[in-house]
Structures are given as C-alpha cells and as structure tokens.
C-alpha cells in the first residue's frame, strides 16, 4: 500500500521516509528534466503537423490534447521519478501507456464501478467479473511488472557502484532504496502511486488548461508574450547549452508572474481531482454537528475551489488576475508572501528579482483552506512541488511553440463537455484542438 492509501502511523512513516525526493534541493535538480521532456513534446507535436511547401500560418493539425498531455506526463514521471522515461511521447503504442489507457480510459464502465463504489466495499466491487474490472486488473499487472524490472536494475546499479551507492541519482526511486526502509512490494507501491498520482492529475490539469486558453484568446495571447520574452524555449535547444538548474528556476519562479497565476487559476477553476473521502477516527463535530467514528465525509475540491462564499462573487469564472492583487475582489483576502511555482524559499545568491506586479498566493479566498486543489494538513498531496513546476514547465513551452483552437466550438460553453467520473476530472472521449505552430525567436 503506497503513500496515498496508507493510514495512520504507517501513512506517518511512509510519508516521512519520502519526504527527502519531494524537499527544494530535489525538485530544484528536476527542473532540467522537466525542461528535457517538455522539448521533446513540442518537437513531436510540430511532426504531426503537415509540412507544407513552403509551410504557411495556415498550416495546422488537429490533436487530441487529452491523450497527448497523458503520454507527456507519463514520460515526466518515469524519467523524474523513476530514472527512466517510458519513450510514450515518441512511441504512441508504448506499452506502459496502453496499459494506463486501460485504467484511466472513461468509459460508461468507470462510471458505473465508480457508483457502486459509493455503496459497497471498494474491495467487493474491484473483484466482480465485469469486463471493466478484467482491463483494469490487467493494466495494473503490467504496471506492477514494469515497476518490478526497474527496481530491479536500479538495485543492480547501486551494487555495481564502488562505494556501495549511487548518490548522483535524483529520481524517486533511488531516494526510496536509499533510504532502506521499504520492502520490495513496498516500493512497488509507491511506484504505482506516484505513477498514477503523479501523472494522470498533471495531465488533466495540462487539458484543462489547453481548453480554457482556447475559450479565452486573450489570455493565452498575453501569456505567450510573456513566456516568449523570458523562458529558455527548450524546442531546438542544443542539449549541451542547457540552462541550469538554477537558471530554469529563476525564469519560472520569478520571471513570469503572469504564468504562475494562469497555472494558479487553472488547479482552482479545474481541480483535477473532483471527489476524495475521509473516514472520522473518532467521535467528532464539524460545523457543530455531531460526526460518529466511522463516519465517511466526501471533500469535492471543484466545489470548494468554486464557492462564491469563500472567493467572492466571481468564484465560477476563469481570472487569473484575481491573483495579482489581494485589493481586487474578496473583502477578506489574505495577505500571504509571495506565491512561487515551485513553493520555495528565493535563493539569497541568485540575480536579483524582476520588478513587476506582484504575485500573492491565495488572494481572494477567505482562507487558505479555500483552495483544496492539494488538500492540507498531514493528507495534504507530497508531491504538489513536483506537479506546479511540471505543469508550469509544460504549459510553457506549448504556449511558446503553438496557438490552440477549439475544434469543435460548440464545447466552448463548458456545459456541453462529458467529464469522467472517475479518481480524475478527465474529459470523456478527449479534446481535439487544432494547433498552429509559432516560429521560434
């Protein structure tokens, strides 16, 4: 049982002995590998469009960003958290994607499970012989093997070492051996939740953030011109001039305000996990009603992110500048410091801070527990550093390289989109957009 599921002491234990792949150093060190894949995804987007002769502005393609955002994320996680990529960005048929597709893939199927799961025991429901459940079974066997082989050849590299140990690897596995307090079944635990927690949420949010430029043009024509002006386009970077570790995080946490309220506005607006439960331990009250031990309470983060009462009188619309200013909207926005993607302290040694508007984290909600995006406390998600520099990364270099297009514009209003009900807000059936690539400068 991995980070996620696990309960108590156990859930303390565990959470303590990865909390070293999730600290400031570590996500520091990743933000090249992020930089890295988020290049090859663009350069493989740019193959899907026609090469006209010459190429004009009207050449386009039509994509399903939902699964494109998947494979992208799913090779994030493999090569950040794994050491490994999954090559699915380049490789449409990797396996490792075919089997998250069999998980993740909304369907009548999921949606019918994820109901029965409201009434009967999970375990019961997993194990009727329906065909959904046989795919799933199945996926997660491939998953679980994939997670087996390279805890394997990671184990074999760290004997290989003269010293005993490969302290040079930043990915989180090798943090886990390192750290020597999981079993192998353990660690192929944490390996299947990091795998889908740390994959399928981000590329939701990617989705999510795709639709909602198209729908609002403007924002994503302000947002490229300031990415375009100061972020190191990783599409056709010679790998040997790489920027580094700390150049890549001085662009994103300090020289693009306006990208870190857009990623900001989209985990609010579009929290990508819809539902979570919490069981009561013990007698409690909340609200001053009574809550016996036992008792299952349902957290829906979309709804809280959207409650007018605690954002004020705009909570169910799309304003990244609600962000910019704690003078703007709710009468009782917090007064917060300086809100950074990567959540971190600014470095004392690094160039000094660009001027511009002032970015403040969480300004118009009454409280900080307005935004349940990642939760808090205890429960709160570990690796949320890691998915606002993924994202932020991501969305970055799409923006830089192409402009996006609804296909179908009658999904523009929000209302007419079938989203899955199952652990992500995934939109059922995906989400075609035609993409026009941008000369790079």
Not at 3 to 25: D, I, M
Not at 70 to 91: P, V
Not at 342 to 351: L, Y
Not at 422 to 439: C, E, N, Q, W, Y
Request: with cysteine.
């Amino acid at each position: 049982m991995g980070v996620l599921l696990a309960e108590g002491s156990e859930h303390k234990s565990q959470r303590k002995a990865l909390q070293t792949a999730f600290n400031y150093r570590h996500i520091k060190n990743l933000y090249p590998v992020f930089w890295d894949v988020a290049g090859e995804f663009a350069t493989v987007l740019e193959k899907q469009i026609p090469t006209g002769t010459p190429r004009t502005s009207d050449t386009t393609a039509v994509i399903d960003i939902v699964d494109w955002a998947s494979r992208a994320t799913l090779d994030i996680i493999g090569r950040a958290g794994m050491g490994q990529g999954f090559d699915a960005i380049q490789n449409d048929d990797s396996r490792l994607h075919q089997a998250y597709r069999m998980i993740f893939e909304p369907s009548r199927g999921a949606i019918f499970l994820a109901l029965l799961r409201l009434i009967f025991p999970e375990r019961l429901v997993n194990w009727l012989p329906l065909r959904r459940n046989k795919r799933m079974r199945h996926g997660i066997q491939v998953i679980r093997s994939k997670c087996q082989e390279l805890i394997r050849e990671r184990k074999e590299k760290i004997k290989r070492q003269k010293a005993g140990v490969d302290n040079s690897g930043n990915d989180i596995l090798t943090v886990a051996l390192l750290n020597g307090v999981f079993t192998d079944e353990q660690l192929i635990d944490q390996l299947m939740t990091f795998l889908a927690a740390g994959h399928e949420t981000t590329a939701t949010a990617l989705t999510w953030a795709i639709y909602i430029l198209c729908k609002q043009p403007e924002v994503q024509n302000r947002l490229r011109e300031e990415i375009r002006m100061h972020f190191p386009n990783p599409k056709g970077w010679p790998r040997s001039e790489r920027p580094s570790s700390n150049t890549l995080q001085q662009a994103i946490d300090f020289k693009l305000p306006y990208l870190n309220v857009v990623c900001l506005e989209v985990m609010r607006y579009f929290a990508p996990i819809p539902l979570t439960m919490r069981e009561a331990t013990c007698d409690t009250t909340i609200l001053h009603t009574f809550v016996p031990a036992g008792t299952r309470i349902i957290l829906a983060p979309r709804v809280t992110n959207r409650d007018s009462a605690l954002w004020g009188p705009d909570a169910n619309n799309f304003n990244p500048d609600r962000w910019l200013s704690p003078k703007n909207g709710n009468r009782e926005a917090t007064e917060q410091s300086k809100f950074k993607i990567g959540n971190q302290k600014r470095d004392s040694t690094a160039a000094p801070e660009v001027t511009q508007e002032e970015v403040r984290g969480r300004t118009e909600a009454r409280s900080n527990y307005a935004d349940l995006t990642f939760l808090h406390g205890p429960r709160s998600c570990i690796g949320q550093s890691f998915a606002r520099v993924e994202f932020a990364i991501l969305l970055a270099t799409l923006i830089a390289n192409f402009e996006f297009q609804i296909e179908d514009e009658s999904l523009l209003d929000e209302r007419n989109i079938s989203i899955s009900r199952g652990a992500t807000s995934r939109i059922v059936g995906g989400l075609k957009v035609r993409v026009r690539p941008i000369a790079v400068v």
